[in-house]
């Protein structure tokens, strides 16, 4: 069939009544065009790619602990290049049971933490003092309101984690509000692109989860290192004394980490006066010093004058 036998597909009519309806709804001269540099905003885009595989290191690492804390078990983390991808595409990839928060920078802007279906159900069945054990488990379907209460505290200790890695701030980003499915429309527009950077998890031999997280243009705008140009004023030697004699003055408090323990909600309501709370921690390892929840150096529990103390053995800079 030649291309001349073939009726178009709007008639003559249907071609004026349309082009008519479009100039009604939009009246010539009402419209203004704001001009966006899409070059600029693609930049910063691959740059928070790049950023993202720089930090995977410190992030995975602290990923890790928080799994072991939580689980008992000890996981693997693996890394997967990140990309550029529209909201649409997160949004069609999220499976029923995902743990789903939305959050925003301390300026407003919007970003994404997903947890996996299988890795939400092993972190929920957990902290309600379910083994680690996926053979067993049935799929829960969708987070009810209780499940992503229970899931909430990890996943606030994850975006604390990442906020450091990211850009040194654990107020980096902040958890808005957790979702049980995800409208588009909540995170940014459906064309919007998002730098999606994940993290595959595998515990033992069954379980296998991913930790994803969605940041908008203007997320990476508000957070990522070095973006936006600040203007500096070399200090002068004067200006540094100052300085120093501030930060020397300054209070702190230096927190020793005896140790740790996991136990059952039922298990905690029947402990009495009298009963051992066993940590997880052995006697003969250093325990972990930290300032400003950072550990800064390690130590051995010690007396001293009959107060309880520590001998710190290791610092770190």
């Known amino acids: 069939m030649s291309f001349e036998s073939q009726e178009p597909l709007l008639s003559d009519e249907e071609t004026l009544a349309l ?36 930090i995977e290191p410190l992030f995975h690492a602290e990923l890790k602990k ?13 890394r997967t290049p990140g990309d550029v991808v529209s909201v649409d595409t997160v949004s069609a990839s999220i499976a029923s049971g995902a743990g789903l928060a939305i959050l925003q920078t301390r300026e407003g802007s919007t970003a994404l933490l997903l947890l996996s279906s299988a890795l939400a159900n092993v972190i929920v069945e957990r902290r309600l003092g379910a083994p680690v054990d996926a053979e067993d488990a049935a799929p829960r379907g969708a987070l009810s309101s ?135 921690h052995v006697p003969e390892e250093p325990i972990d010093v930290r300032v400003g929840g950072i550990t800064k150096m390690r130590g051995m529990p010690v007396v001293e004058h009959g107060n309880l103390a520590v001998r710190i053995v290791e610092t770190t800079r």
């Open 146 to 280: 209780l499940d992503r209460a229970v899931l909430r505290s990890f996943i606030e200790s994850v975006v604390r984690a990442f906020g450091v890695a990211w850009c040194g701030a654990e107020d980096a980003f902040s958890v808005r509000e957790l979702v049980g499915v995800l409208e588009p429309e909540e995170l940014a527009p459906r064309f919007e692109m998002l730098v999606r950077t994940r993290a595959f998890v595998t515990i033992g031999k069954s379980i296998e989860g991913e930790v994803l997280f969605g940041l908008t243009s203007s997320a990476v705008r508000d957070t990522m290192p070095n973006d936006r140009p600040v203007a500096t004023v070399a200090p002068t030697s004067d200006d540094r004394a100052r300085i120093a004699a501030r930060l020397a003055q300054a209070e702190v408090d230096v927190i020793a980490h005896l140790g740790s323990a996991h136990s059952t909600v039922r298990a905690v309501l029947t402990l009495a006066v009298g009963d051992v709370l066993r940590l997880e």
């Open 66 to 78: 928080l799994l072991r804390r939580t689980l008992g078990a000890a996981p693997q983390v693996r």
């Open 19 to 54: 082009l008519a309806a479009v100039r009604e709804a939009v009246p010539v001269g009402q419209v203004a065009a704001h001009g966006i540099d899409l070059a600029s905003q693609d930049r910063r885009l691959q740059a928070a790619v790049t950023h993202s595989e720089r």
